[in-house]
C-alpha cells in the first residue's frame, strides 16, 4: 500500500516474516563514504520497492555474525521525514528490542536524518 507521498506504507508489514539478502554485512564500508562502517548487517527484501524505485532496505538486528541472507520478523519501522524511503528493523523471531535499543542500533546512519523508529508491539 502506498502513501499520498508516494512511499510505500512499511507500518503494514510490522510483525511480518521477511527474508533479508544483506549487501552490507556487519564490519563492511558504506560504499560511498568510506568512513561509515556497519555495525549491524544491512540489506534488502527482494521482491519489493521503496521510495526510491529499489527494493526496500532492512537493518538486521540481533544476529552478531556476518551473513548472506536472513529471515526473521520486521520488529520497528525506521521512517525518514527528510528522504524518499524508510527502512526496515529486522530481528530474530522472538527476539525483542526497546525503541531505545533500535535507536542505538541503527544511529550510525539515522544520525544523517530526521528519522523516527516504530516498534511492533507495545512500545
Known amino acids: ?9 512499511l507500518l503494514a508489514g510490522l510483525g511480518q516474516q521477511v527474508t533479508v539478502h544483506v549487501d552490507r554485512p556487519m ?3 558504506h560504499p560511498q563514504y568510506e568512513s561509515l562502517r556497519y555495525p549491524v548487517n544491512y540489506g534488502y527484501v527482494p521482491g519489493t520497492v521503496s521510495g526510491d524505485g529499489e527494493p ?6 540481533g544476529v552478531d555474525r556476518r551473513v548472506g541472507q536472513f529471515s526473521g520478523q520486521v520488529i520497528a519501522v525506521v521512517l525518514r521525514d527528510d528522504d524518499v524511503e524508510d527502512k526496515l528493523v529486522v530481528a530474530p523471531a522472538g527476539v525483542t528490542f ?3 535499543q533500535v535507536e542505538a542500533l541503527v544511529a550510525f546512519q539515522e ?5 523516527r523508529v516504530v516498534l511492533h508491539g507495545p512500545e
Open 1 to 9: 500500500m502506498e502513501e499520498p507521498n508516494g512511499r510505500p506504507n
Open 27 to 29: 564490519g563492511s564500508r
Open 56 to 61: 526496500i532496505d532492512a537493518y538486521l538486528v
Open 98 to 100: 526497546s525503541r531505545g
Open 111 to 115: 544520525r544523517y536524518f530526521r528519522s
